[in-house]
């Protein structure tokens, strides 16, 4: 790809990642970008990095644009790996340029780099940069999603450079919204958009909610979004707003994932009729298999229902390890306001759903109990348990969806 202008002299910069599967831990089968922007003004501005393997990509895109060594400022708005690994070769083309960030940032970055060299200063909200025609105005934004993270509101352009917050992971030869539309499809925008934040940004939604509402203080007029993930929102950067303002706030569909792995295929023949109790319960339903499917993609669907079901037969008196693995990646993350019930088969004692109960009441969740155990191959009075079991279960979910 090469630069491409958002708007008067603003320009993304950035690396497509078409192959990348695996980010900080979960699947990305669309791929990824690393979005960054050049201003071009009396005093040219490049508001973050890219992941260092694609570091001469960008440098090429900003060749295209303008001689690097004439970049007078860089404004690192987030440290990570993916965003800020390429800032000592940016620095080698332009060592004169000042670097702004916050001051959690200052810290961490000395961790990467020798920053003795390098001139930096710190801000923090409510600071500002004129850099000619235009002015820069910083806004930190901590922990949404790391403690350094801050975004850039370019005021003239009435464009916010919003960092982590806002993207998806998309690797597209298109860039904005409404040409994503055009060639793929909202519903796939939209779902990139809750998968991000559910495995992301799930643990944030009241510091979310809190600077949203700073934001709104500041009054700033947002007519573009240009995160430094996936696609840039210019023909409505206000419904990656509300989205994010729904999920903050716990949004959740009336529906039921049921997550589960088995070992001989018995927990696996519980899920059948449980799902079809569901369902005959108007509630929708729907069955993931923890070894057969990303763990991303299990987050997701919690994230997406107001009740979920996990299954897990019992081995050696616990959870089976992908069951154990997925509930202590949900526990990282911090849901709330979501309905958590157990079943799952075992040969001897047992222990699997009681841990798992014991599971969901550390994260707080409210529960459906008591769960549902079934002695070694379900036979067919079991699968009418199973059955009812899943009725009951759905029931409990309508009437706690109700409260919301």
């Known amino acids: 790809m090469k630069a491409v202008e958002l708007k008067n002299g603003v320009h993304w910069v950035g690396a497509i990642d078409w192959a990348v599967r695996d980010f900080h831990g979960y699947a990305t089968p669309r791929g990824t970008t690393y979005n960054n922007y050049l201003v071009m003004d009396d005093e040219i501005t490049l508001v973050d990095t890219v992941k260092y393997d694609f570091s001469d990509i960008t440098i090429k895109n900003i060749k295209s644009v303008v001689d690097p060594s004439r970049i007078r400022n860089v404004v690192i708005n987030h440290i990570e790996n993916d965003h800020a690994t390429s800032l000592d070769k940016i620095m080698e083309l332009a060592p004169g340029a000042t670097i702004y960030i916050s001051e959690k940032g200052r810290t961490g970055l000395g961790r990467f780099f020798d920053t003795s060299r390098w001139t930096l200063k710190v801000v923090k909200t409510g600071d500002t940069l004129s850099i000619g025609k235009r002015t820069l105005l910083f806004v930190e934004t901590p922990m949404v999603h790391w403690p350094d993270s801050m975004m850039t509101y370019i005021k003239e352009e009435k464009i916010l450079l919003s960092q982590d917050g806002f993207g998806q992971h998309i690797a597209s030869a298109v860039r904005f919204d409404d040409e994503f539309v055009t060639c793929e499809s909202l519903s796939e925008l939209e779902d990139a958009v809750v998968d991000y934040y559910a495995n992301i940004l799930m643990p944030f939604g009241q510091l979310i909610k809190a600077k949203a509402a700073e934001i709104e203080k500041l009054g700033l007029e947002i007519e573009m979004i240009a995160p430094d993930h996936g696609i840039i929102w210019r023909a409505d950067p206000g419904k990656v707003l509300r989205m994010y303002r729904e999920m903050a706030n716990g ?113 707080g969740l409210e529960t459906f109990e008591p769960g549902l155990q079934i002695l070694f191959r379900p036979s067919l009075e079991d699968e009418t348990t199973c059955y009812d079991f899943g009725r009951a279960f759905a029931k409990k979910v309508k009437e706690y969806h109700a409260r919301f």
């Open 251 to 363: 949004k959740a569909a009336l529906s039921v994932p049921i997550i589960y792995d088995t070992m001989w295929q018995s927990t696996e023949k519980m899920s059948l009729p449980i799902m079809q109790g569901i369902k005959d319960e108007g509630v929708e339903c729907k069955v993931i298999k923890l070894r057969a499917s990303p763990m991303s993609i299990a987050i997701k669907e919690f994230w997406k229902s107001r009740g979920c079901l996990v299954g897990t037969p019992t081995l050696n008196n616990i959870m089976y390890p992908t069951v154990a693995e997925f509930l202590t990646h949900l526990r990282g993350l911090r849901p709330k306001n979501r309905v958590m019930g157990a079943f799952g088969s075992f040969g001897w004692g047992g222990g699997a759903v009681k841990e798992a109960y014991e599971e969901f009441k550390r994260m």
